[in-house]
């Protein structure tokens, strides 16, 4: 019996033997291609890290100690509450196990606060396996995307702006528009009114043309005598100013208060003739002229005042 089990702890030493050859053959083929890949996972400029699954570090690299204040021998073995603040822990916690869950890599956009302010990460998760096939642990890297960030919403803010400019110079120009429109409509009522007026005036020319001046030029192609020639003559020409006056005169202001006849003296005084030529003129009295003149300063309330009346007239043309 003793010899048997000898035996079998002979045995088993061989088999130990044989398994620590094999593992120095390993280390001998492996160890520098290890430390070197572990000295590349420490210096790299972005955190790295590796977590058991059940939330505990098993490592990190330098940028990871900074950024969180510790070192590996600190935080080797303990989890993300022993760490971070609550929010902070409860959020790396949900996003571990939503990759132990699903089993495939995935990215995570994350808002730290850090010791110089928040800073916005992009973390990509991956499960890793072990012998068994069943995940074992969780790693992860970050990437820092707080500049980035800080520019798109620089831009977008840039952007909103503008939208807002254009939006209120839209409003403006459509306000614009709408009063052109208004104007555009005014106008043309104006302009139709104007057309009316023109036909209402040209229409009640030819009337009174027609009443007052055809009836008699007729009568004059009659044969008749010189006096009655004259008569009519006279007539056509009175019935003639008659209409033509408002278009010869502005009567502006107190020039409306002319009569007729004040009205062709103030005409002929406006042309630079004389009391006298007036009165040749008119067949009147250079008194009745006179008076005539005296009713058209008061008139225009230039009584007792040193003005020009021809000056005067001239300038309410």
């Known amino acids: 019996m003793r010899q048997k089990t000898r035996q079998e702890l002979l045995q088993k030493i061989k088999e130990l033997e044989r398994e620590c050859n094999l593992l120095r053959q390993k280390r001998k083929e492996h160890g520098p291609g290890d430390k070197y890949m572990r000295e590349i996972l420490y210096n790299i400029p972005a955190p790295i890290y590796l977590k058991d699954s059940q939330g505990s570090y098993?490592?990190?690299?330098?940028?990871?100690?900074?950024?969180?204040?510790?070192?590996?021998?600190?935080?080797?073995?303990?989890?993300?509450?022993?760490?971070?603040?609550?929010?902070?822990?409860?959020?790396?916690?949900?996003?571990d196990e939503e990759v132990i869950l699903k089993g495939i890599p995935i990215e995570f956009e994350e808002t730290i606060p850090l010791?110089?302010?928040?800073?916005?990460?992009?973390?990509?998760?991956?499960?890793?396996?072990?012998?068994?096939?069943?995940?074992?642990?969780?790693?992860?890297?970050?990437?820092?995307?707080?500049?980035?960030?800080?520019?798109?919403?620089?831009?977008?803010?840039?952007?909103?702006?503008?939208?807002?400019?254009?939006?209120?110079?839209?409003?403006?120009?459509?306000?614009?528009?709408?009063?052109?429109?208004?104007?555009?409509?005014?106008?043309?009522?104006?302009?139709?009114?104007?057309?009316?007026?023109?036909?209402?005036?040209?229409?009640?020319?030819?009337q009174k043309v027609e009443k007052l001046v055809f009836p008699y030029l007729d009568k004059l192609k009659t044969s008749m005598s010189e006096l009655e020639e004259s008569a009519y003559i006279e007539i056509i020409e009175s019935n003639l100013k008659e209409i033509i006056v408002p278009f010869s005169i502005s009567l502006s202001g107190n020039l409306s208060k002319l009569t007729p006849a004040e009205i062709q003296i103030a005409d002929l005084i406006r042309k630079g003739k004389t009391t006298k030529e007036i009165a040749e003129l008119l067949k009147l009295s250079p008194t009745t002229i006179a008076t005539h003149r005296q009713n058209i300063r008061k008139k225009l309330a230039l009584t007792n005042k040193k003005k020009n009346l021809q000056t005067i007239l001239a300038t309410n043309q």
Request: proline residues 2%; contains cysteine; aromatic residues 6%.
């Open 58 to 95: 098993l490592m990190i690299n330098k940028k990871y100690e900074d950024l969180a204040n510790v070192t590996l021998a600190d935080i080797v073995g303990k989890k993300d509450f022993d760490i971070f603040p609550q929010p902070v822990a409860e959020l790396f916690q949900s996003q």
């Open 115 to 206: 010791a110089d302010g928040i800073h916005t990460y992009i973390t990509s998760k991956f499960p890793l396996h072990g012998q068994d096939g069943a995940i074992s642990a969780v790693g992860g890297f970050c990437t820092d995307i707080t500049a980035r960030k800080q520019t798109e919403e620089e831009l977008n803010n840039h952007s909103n702006l503008l939208e807002e400019r254009v939006a209120k110079r839209t409003k403006e120009l459509e306000q614009k528009t709408l009063h052109l429109e208004e104007y555009n409509v005014a106008l043309k009522i104006l302009l139709q009114h104007r057309e009316e007026d023109k036909r209402e005036i040209e229409e009640k020319m030819l």
